[in-house]
């Protein structure tokens, strides 16, 4: 089947990512975005994804005690326009499940989209990177997070925006980059293993 104006489902199809899917192996689950604002004439010409939006979500929207819920039924009830602009033409950014027992960071492909159980940051560099996998950081998050059971959380207002990045040089940031770069190549190889 195609769709009325051409255009693949592609475009609204997209991978999302949770916790589980950050500390496993993705379990390939994809979701139907519209984006932030396309009008229901626009987003009922992809056929067969606007059905099943139609006919999953809209009931539950129906009568739902957010009015923009009821009245934007097939857009995301929080669509996240400030982590999508942020994400706008970057090749990667890191992601982090928000409570696990490990703390560790992830890179994920801009088409990707978190849901709430992860952070996602607006960076693409190995420096970053790096530093996020660094002990100190580690630390300091564990420090300034909170715990659900006995499973640290990872909050964003005090574990990352009061976390004291280093000031480093360009010789820091290289051998910080790389030894995060290094972390990352060794890390997918055991997960990934020919």
Known sequence: DTNP?????????IP???????????????NIDFGLDRPVDDACLYAMPFAHVEKVIKPLRDNHREARQAKYWWLFARPCPDMRSSLSGLPRYAGTPRVSKHRLF???MPEMLCDSAAVAFARSDDYFFGVLHSRF????ALA???QLETRPRYTPT???E???FPEADEGQRAAI???ATELHTLRAGWLNPP
């Open 162 to 164: 009061t976390f004291p």
């Open 177 to 179: 980059g790389a030894a």
């Open 137 to 140: 950081h580690e630390v300091w």
């Open 144 to 146: 300034q997070g909170t």
């Open 106 to 108: 992830v890179w994920l």
């Open 158 to 160: 005090t574990c990352f």
């Open 5 to 13: 104006h051409g255009r693949p489902n592609s475009d609204v199809i």
């Open 16 to 30: 999302i990512r949770n916790a589980s899917d950050l500390t496993q192996r993705a379990r390939n689950v994809w």
